[in-house]
């Protein structure tokens, strides 16, 4: 079992420049996975990536999402898909099963309900929790600031960090982080995380 992240840019034709996000997203899929032939970037804006781990998927979703955030108007849509992987190509777009239709599938939906974050897996009560969990979380995630989504990248980056080492990264004192963590309402964001580890832990059972 594998799960798979389709996903692509909001707003992209919007930045001039296309190398400005593209970096970033690069820098992002390669911190989630450091093996590059299991994650691409195609059709300009487009992106897939496989994680193994499937425990890791959804800290990887809202570490992409808090990388493109912190690029003023722009924002991300992620499906994940968890399921068999049935054929691996030379790339991951080439590759198929299970979970690669879940995933791509649901991109195509979240574009129609205007969602920017759902999972399908094989376990369909599972999705309806999940997919709640995430329209709660994304009333937070969709209206971070570049600062809360800055704070939030250099936290999964760095977790074991403290407040005052991570605002020396970025010139800020440790109140200062202390209160952009707040307003990110990071602390409820990764309980969500920690969370859906348990969950994909019992449907890998």
């Known amino acids: 079992m594998t799960s798979v992240l389709t996903g692509d840019i ?10 400005v996000w593209l970096s970033t997203l690069k820098k992002a899929l390669t911190l989630c996975c450091k093996n590059s032939s ?10 897939q990536l496989e994680l193994e781990n499937v425990a890791e998927s959804l800290k990887a979703a809202i570490y992409i999402k808090a990388c493109i955030k912190t690029l003023k108007g722009l924002d991300v849509r992620i499906a994940i898909g968890i399921g068999e992987k049935s054929f691996t190509g030379k790339t991951v777009v080439e590759s198929n099963g299970q979970a690669f239709q879940f995933s791509g599938e649901t991109l195509e939906s979240l574009k129609k309900e205007k969602i920017n974050l759902k999972i399908k897996t094989t376990d369909e009560p599972l999705n309806h929790e999940l997919n709640l969990y995430f329209k709660l979380a994304l009333t937070i995630m969709d209206h971070w600031t570049v600062n809360s989504a800055e704070i939030v990248k250099l936290f999964i980056e760095q977790p074991n960090a403290l407040q005052e080492e991570l605002g020396k990264l970025i010139g800020i004192n440790q109140n200062a982080v202390s209160s952009r963590q707040k307003r990110a309402h990071l ?8 969370h859906y580890r348990q969950k994909t832990k019992q449907l890998m059972a």
């Open 187 to 194: 602390d409820l964001i990764m309980q969500l995380e920690e």
């Open 38 to 47: 299991n994650w691409e970037i195609y059709r300009g804006d487009s992106f």
């Open 10 to 19: 909001i707003k992209s034709r919007s930045i001039k420049n296309p190398e």
